[in-house]
């Protein structure tokens, strides 16, 4: 099975503000990146767990800004 996710920080759970989801909103946007990986590697998990073989991840978030495209957390 093959899986492609496509994944924006929108909707995330504990984000509950604008600035957790913006590059200008400092250590909240670093602690809405960290919930935005969380998020992400859980499903992942759920993924492999099911039997894919094959995981493509894209980071939706954001359109404009320098940032554009990088909240997921690479590390």
């Given amino acids: 099975m093959r899986v492609m996710m496509r994944?924006?920080?929108e909707g995330v759970s504990g984000i509950v503000n604008w600035?957790?989801?913006?590059p200008r909103g400092g250590?909240?946007?670093?602690?809405?990146?960290?919930?935005?990986?969380?998020e992400v590697n859980a499903a992942v998990r759920?993924?492999?767990k099911a039997g894919?073989?094959?995981i493509i991840v894209i980071d939706?978030?954001?359109a404009g800004s320098?940032?554009?495209f990088r909240s997921l957390m690479h590390d």
Avoid: I, L, W, Y
């Fill in 19 to 22: 600035e957790q989801v913006s």
């Fill in 27 to 38: 250590e909240a946007f670093q602690e809405g990146r960290r919930f935005f990986t969380a």
């Fill in 52 to 54: 894919a073989h094959e």
């Fill in 46 to 48: 759920g993924a492999k």
């Fill in 60 to 62: 939706c978030h954001g």
């Fill in 7 to 9: 994944c924006d920080m």
């Fill in 66 to 68: 320098p940032n554009t």
